[in-house]
């Protein structure tokens, strides 16, 4: 019997709406369309990643609630790869049709102090922080806090939108630089960064991915490992902690929660993504569901498939430097076992991600040897800490 609380699911042949037609969008039809499903996309870019695999294309930007309604009309279901939705658009969906995961789950997370606010609200785990608007808020909370790692309340992924600020003297500058509201952060000491994938279906029914370990450069992500070495209590209190956040948050999709171990042992929540992540792009081959699938899985209602992990996979990021010179030696990194090439039909840009290496082996140290001589081939090469 269908009901509200038991929603129908929806079967492959009908339409999946995308709401962000980037690499995410892009795998995510991919992963779709292996399932017999159609994709409409919109994008305020025609020739966007997801455009060669979509069955539609509405050109417009995020905050068009006009074009947002047409997306829904062609769509079974729309859901988003790309946090930059204007409210409006997220309300024209769910009004014209079905939007999973729900506007609120994204209103909640698309600013970061609201994220915080709601974490620290509801008694999750997070490191000191303060949110300021003004170089004089930025002074008192470093006052209080230490240096601090300032980002803005919106946007700035990859790095971009936030700084370091060790002095107080800096505080001007740092948020003219940053040019909006922000949330301070105090530098913690890190013993290592996880993150954790959880699906959640209309159903109820919660799966998580085994946690991911990730190294960073620069505030890049340069590689992860997965299923992550860690603790078998941690990795367990790691899962628990984003499966509660995901039932808490009401996700119908996949909530992707990046975690901080601190020196002294705590694990401490950062930052949330209810779409795909870049940190588990190699997850689909080291076990039986990628995230891709897993993503259009829970959108649509259908069951969730099995995490269960076999081998080990790590995830190499492509940036667009490394077109800037010489072609890349990509024969050569092919030829290494294991190694496969995820090119997304981007332009090349400097440190913009413009493709991705998934390497995979028998046990953690194999899949590390491989992903470390594919790297030796190519610059910049993995992060040191990797």
């Not at 959108?299 to 996979?313: I, N």
Request: charged share 15%; hydrophobic share 45%.
């Amino acid at each position: 019997m269908t009901s509200a609380s038991h929603p129908q699911a929806i079967l492959p042949g009908a339409t999946l709406g995308l709401l962000g037609g980037g690499q995410l969008g892009r795998m995510t039809a991919l992963a779709a369309r292996s399932l017999g499903y159609r994709i409409a996309v919109l994008d305020p870019d025609p020739n966007c990643a997801a455009a060669p695999i979509a069955d539609s294309i509405i050109v417009a930007a995020f905050d068009d609630a006009d074009a947002a309604r047409e997306l829904a009309r062609r769509s079974a279901v729309v859901t988003y790869e790309i946090e930059r939705i204007a409210p409006a658009v997220l309300q024209a969906v769910a009004e014209a049709g079905l939007l999973r995961p729900g506007a609120e789950v994204l209103s909640c997370i698309q600013d970061r102090a609201r994220q915080k606010r709601w974490l620290s609200g509801h008694g999750y785990p997070v490191g000191p922080w303060q949110e300021v608007t003004t170089g004089a808020d930025l002074q008192r909370a470093l006052s209080d806090l230490g240096p601090c790692r300032v980002k803005r309340t919106q946007g700035g992924y990859d790095g971009r939108a936030q700084v370091r600020v060790g002095q107080v003297a800096e505080a001007f500058e740092a948020m003219a630089q940053l040019k909006g509201p922000a949330v301070a952060e105090q530098e913690l000491q890190l013993r290592q960064e996880l993150s954790v994938l959880v699906a959640r279906s209309p159903q109820g029914q919660v799966v998580a991915h085994p946690a991911a370990a990730n190294w960073h450069d620069d505030g890049v992500l340069g590689c992860s490992l997965f299923p992550a070495p860690i603790p078998r209590a941690l990795a367990r209190e790691a899962t628990d902690l984003a499966t509660s956040l995901a039932v808490a948050l009401g996700v119908e999709g996949l909530l992707a929660v990046e975690l901080f171990i601190t020196q002294a042992g705590a694990l401490l929540v950062n930052e949330l993504s209810p779409r795909p992540h870049n940190t588990f792009h190699a997850a689909g081959a080291a076990c039986a569901t990628g995230q891709f699938e897993q993503f259009v899985r829970a959108v649509c209602g259908l069951p969730l498939g099995s995490t269960e992990s076999q081998g080990a996979s790590v995830l190499v990021n492509l940036l667009g430097d490394l077109w800037l010179g010489p072609q890349p030696p990509l024969e050569s990194v092919l030829a290494i076992p294991g190694v496969s090439l995820h090119l997304y039909g981007k332009e090349p840009r400097p440190l913009r991600k413009v493709g991705h290496l998934t390497v995979v082996g028998a046990s953690a140290a194999q899949a590390l040897v491989r992903a470390e001589a594919a790297a030796s081939l190519l610059e910049p090469q993995l992060p040191s800490a990797c």
